[in-house]
């Protein structure tokens, strides 16, 4: 994904309950979800009848030695790799999330976003909260300090979970107690799996992979799972109608080797490759991935399209993903660090080169012009999701129509600004074949400008609130 305004995005989150110590297991899955989140890392562990945690920025090897792991040994924790979207990139923001109650110790950690932050922050200074950071994931830990004040434990969570609006993937310590939730439309993935002594769940099932487990399932929309040594005891808060499972996770956000709702994603990006090969065909030489995202995409659209496949750009292991960086101009600055073409692959030929998203475009730009440069006859760019031309409210920090290269310009504008000598993008209908889902159960917000969720001066899809069953 190239060209984000900000350096925010997804989070990635873990938890576990096992015989034997978890802070490894968490550290290990952690690493695994880095590519959620480079900002900070966090983990909390509970042992000796209390939450035990540690958080600062940076990546987890940077956050995380063997002394601090040693210091958070306990049976069940949980963990949080963050981009901020509500909330500043400062370590008071990172997570996990703890609070104290008069009864309970709570630790909370949190992807997604929600909407309707301000109107829950009202309700709990009412009722006499204090607020500590300007995350998000703090408003959910004290609103369900708020009603386990009221209920137990289980009708409490379900109460938050009626009361919470927007993407909510979470993972919640009560004491020793852990739990998961997905939101009702499911728009943030959440997998299931089983660890050698116990059980648990991380953001993607490639987690459980990393750290010999396996998976089990996702996590459904709208439950409420209660993880346990002996397994998982599943509560339903309620279903919808339709979900909105988040197409930029099957596009370019997960990792291609994780299974999301049924979904392999790297089987769902080659199908976006070889749609793209039949709705937008080339002349050309050979097929160039941009690393590391638009590599499944090439191979799709090589295959078919029957031009052959190479690794014409070269990606710097050492330097992390762009979007993170904290301006666009630093990001531009950085891909020539980050990228360099492999000269006998391009000079000469005509290229079609294959990514996964185009957002302001300055760095697609830069590739482009890179490849020429290199000696590139011909550059043609097809892109694997369709125009971004609309805010997302549910986890991206794209809150403004004016950031997309998208908005208010046709393709061919927009093929002359990045220098391309054609320019073609998936179909949103191509893209939901190539997800496999019912379109019906795809968040497409920034591509349609109509959300699953009622956002202030946004259309809602289906032209009406969804109804509950």
Known sequence: ???????????????????????????FSLRALQHRGQESAGIATYANEDILIHRGMGLVHEVFNSQILNH???????????YSTTGGSIEENAQPIKIYTKEYRIAVAHNGEIVNVRELQDFLGRAGSAFVTKADSEIIARLLAYELSKHDVIESLKNMV?????????????????????????????????????FGVASESTAFHAIGGTFTRDVQPGEIVEIREDGFVSHHVFRKQHYAHCMFEYVYF?????????????????????????EHPANADVVVPVPDSGRAHALGFSEG????????????????????????????????????????????????LVDDSIVRGN???????????????????????????????????????????????????????????????????????AIGLPREDICLGCLTGEYPVPIDGEKIRFQSDLEEF
């Open 305 to 352: 399209s029957g031009i052959p496949y190479a690794e014409g750009l070269m990606k710097n292991r050492y330097v992390e993903r762009t979007f993170i960086l904290p301006s666009q101009e630093t990001r531009v600055m950085e891909i020539n660090m980050k990228l360099s073409p492999v000269k006998s692959v391009v000079d000469g030929k005509r290229i079609v």
């Open 1 to 27: 994904m190239r060209g984000l305004k900000r350096r925010n995005e997804y989070c990635g989150i873990a938890g576990f309950v096992s015989k034997f110590d978890v802070s490894q297991l968490l550290y």
């Open 162 to 198: 009626r009361m919470l609006k927007g993407s909510f993937s979470l993972v919640i310590l009560i004491d020793s107690r852990l739990f998961a939730i997905r939101d009702p439309f499911g728009i943030r993935p959440l997998a299931l799996g089983e660890i050698n002594g116990g």
């Open 363 to 433: 760095t697609m730009r830069k590739i482009v012009r890179m490849l020429k440069d290199a000696g590139a006859k011909e550059v043609h760019v097809r892109i694997g999701s369709p125009p971004i031309i609309a805010p997302c409210y549910l986890g991206i920090d794209m809150k403004t129509r004016e950031q997309f290269i998208a908005a208010g310009k046709s393709v061919e504008e927009i093929r002359r600004v990045i220098g391309a000598d054609s320019l073609g993008y998936i179909s949103i209908d191509g893209l939901v074949k």
């Open 254 to 278: 997960a990792r291609a080797d994780s299974i999301i709702d049924g979904q392999l994603v790297y089987d769902v990006r080659r199908r976006i490759g070889h749609i793209l090969a039949k």
């Open 72 to 82: 958070l040994r306990g049976k069940v924790g949980i963990g949080h790799v963050r």
